[in-house]
T-cell receptor
Framework: QQPVQSPQAVILREGEDAVINCSSS?????VHWYRQKHGEAPVFLMI?????EQKGHEKISASFNEKKQQSSLYLTASQLSYSGTYFC???????????FGSGTQLTVLP | GAVVSQHPSRVICKSGTSVKIECRSL??????MFWYRQFPKKSLMLMAT?????????EQGVEKDKFLINHASLTLSTLTVTSAHPEDSSFYIC?????????????FGPGTRLLVL
């Protein structure tokens, strides 16, 4: 089952914040976040394992609520380079397979 | 991070021909590799799981006779699109999680853009 991402698209001004959500109907083993620029392969941002942890990477952080089976990606003080499509990839067991959400297109304007 | 390469990066072929795409893990071993297909403005859809030394596992709806997968070594998996048709035109991406590590993510290759005329 494909996880549901929201919103589908968001437009920001440089310096503004954004939150992208990823929800699953099945229990999650881990959540992986990627950013993809047009015509390129996805680039890994971070991985969150079950346990309700939160991770950070510069101005991008994420949380994982195991009970709610959802993860959120937080982008603070967005930069132009943050533009792209963000995908969450969910892992339901230890098979290492990822099922990707439909993506959130983020556009940061100057 | 770990590096995965794909070759070719783009290919144009005539309908009915076969196309082989290579996926290599350059600085780590991968007993498992994954093949995805992505249509424009769509998400990545898992096609199959490539297993070193054994048969690939295909997702529902993916024709195993059309998309042949061979995982010849711990660093190489190939996807052959046989008798390609225009509807097979897409962006094909492979990924690999490093073997022996259960906390690392998958690393993606740069992708292969296939256009079938």
């Amino acid at each position: 089952q494909q996880p549901v991402q929201s919103p589908q698209a968001v437009i920001l001004r440089e310096g503004e914040d954004a939150v992208i959500n990823c929800s699953s109907s099945k229990a999650l083993y881990s959540v992986h976040w990627y950013r993809q620029k047009h015509g390129e392969a996805p680039v890994f941002l971070m991985i969150l394992l079950k346990g309700g942890e939160q991770k950070g990477h510069e101005k991008i952080s994420a949380s994982f609520n195991e009970k709610k089976q959802q993860s959120s990606l937080y982008l603070t003080a967005s930069q132009l380079s943050y533009s792209g499509t963000y995908f969450c990839g969910t892992e339901f067991g230890s098979a290492r397979q990822l099922t990707f959400g439909s993506g959130t297109q983020l556009t940061v304007l100057p | 991070g770990a590096v995965v390469s794909q070759h070719p990066s783009r290919v144009i072929c005539k309908s009915g021909t076969s196309v082989k795409i290579e996926c290599r893990s350059l600085d780590f071993q991968a007993t498992t590799m994954f093949w995805y297909r992505q249509f424009p403005k769509k998400s990545l859809m898992l096609m199959a799981t490539s297993n070193e030394g054994s048969k690939a596992t295909y997702e529902q709806g993916v024709e195993k006779d059309k998309f042949l997968i061979n995982h010849a070594s711990l660093t190489l998996s190939t996807l052959t699109v046989t008798s390609a048709h225009p509807e097979d035109s897409s962006f094909y991406i492979c990924s690999a999680p490093p073997s022996g590590s259960w906390v690392e993510t998958q690393y993606f290759g740069p992708g292969t853009r296939l256009l079938v005329l």
